[in-house]
């Protein structure tokens, strides 16, 4: 069966109106989730975003962990260049313990000049201080003391994981793919036709290489009429892969999301999706045991209930289905 994975990043625009109960209902997704069977819940990072995008990802993973028994918590990404890497160390440790070594972290280097800016950090240093935090988080995992700028540290407690959850590393470069493979435990690229340039290095390291990862839609939403139900959900993904592709500009990076002036250009990349039960199903088979179905419910604030019917849905109609061929 393909991987299901809940994106949760709890943007709120103005046009969507105020949803004081957003942070709750993002974990009573998760509570569904996990009892569904999902793979993982999906917690992103952003910083002094106006539609108030998730800035501390580790902080909400601890409310999902202790709501959730067996999915596991993918922090994707964490901007590592922009955190003391013995204070991530410590949250990190508590987090994986508080899930019982369900975490694992994407790190990447950052791209946003505004981010750098706010935290007062090299935006040219990101790489070098991506590397440099990787090695303190390996280092301070061990539990034991070691030398750091000069003076002896030690990161108490352990994580649950022995070593620490798994690093994997983002990116949308060849250099970040390169990157990945000598100091991750994985790769997430950014855009496609990267992985190749991943698995050729970790070979040249003779590092395992795990099967590339096969993407679906962006975002998917199971409903009874997607017709009606992608015009409640189109101003949501517009206002998303704008957003997004607004960033890349900025950040002089390549991304998967681009700029849109209309819905129904963006409904015809099929990058966001509503589907009925049964195309759900097919796309599903289609994208094989390595697929990323991503379930996107509360996308940029969007009704709760169009979400929850995509879950109730997924699982009255769809795993059943799955879980059966």
Request: hydrophobic fraction near 40%.
């Amino acid at each position: 069966m393909a991987q299901w994975i809940l994106r949760l990043d709890l943007r709120s625009p103005a046009f969507a109106g105020e949803n004081p109960a957003l942070y709750r209902t993002g974990l009573e997704m998760a509570a569904m989730a996990d009892a569904l069977g999902f793979d993982h819940c999906m917690l992103s990072e952003h910083h002094g975003a106006e539609d108030g995008y998730l800035p501390s990802p580790l902080v909400y993973g601890g409310a999902v962990a202790a709501r959730t028994e067996r999915l596991r918590l993918r922090i994707s990404a964490i901007i590592l260049p922009l955190h003391d890497p013995l204070r991530l160390a410590e949250d990190a440790a508590v987090l994986d313990r508080i899930a019982q070594g369900r975490l694992e972290l994407v790190l990447v280097a950052g791209f946003l000049p505004s981010e750098f800016s706010m935290f007062g950090r090299s935006h040219a240093a990101r790489g070098r201080l991506l590397e440099e935090g990787i090695a303190v988080l390996r280092q301070a995992w061990c539990g034991e003391p070691f030398a750091y700028q000069g003076r002896t540290v030690r990161v108490t407690p352990c994580p649950w994981q022995a070593g620490g959850p798994p690093l994997l590393l983002g990116g949308a470069t060849p250099l970040a793919a390169r990157r990945a493979a000598e100091w991750g435990d994985g790769f997430v690229p950014g855009i496609g036709g990267l992985y190749d340039i991943y698995a050729a290095t970790c070979r040249q390291l003779g590092k395992p290489v795990a099967p590339e990862p096969v993407f679906g839609p962006l975002a998917i939403f199971v409903s009874e009429d997607p017709e009606a139900d992608w015009q409640r959900i189109a101003p949501h993904a517009l206002h998303e892969t704008n957003c997004y592709a607004r960033w890349y500009r900025e950040g002089n990076i390549p991304g998967p999301y681009g700029h849109f002036d209309s819905t129904e250009d963006l409904r015809a990349t099929g990058l966001y999706q509503v589907l009925t039960p049964a195309q759900c199903i097919d796309l599903a088979r289609r994208l094989g045991p390595t697929g990323q179905m991503y379930i996107h419910p509360l996308l940029a604030g969007l009704d709760p209930e169009i979400g929850r019917e995509t879950l109730r849905l997924l699982q009255t109609q769809v795993l059943p289905v799955l879980s059966n061929s």
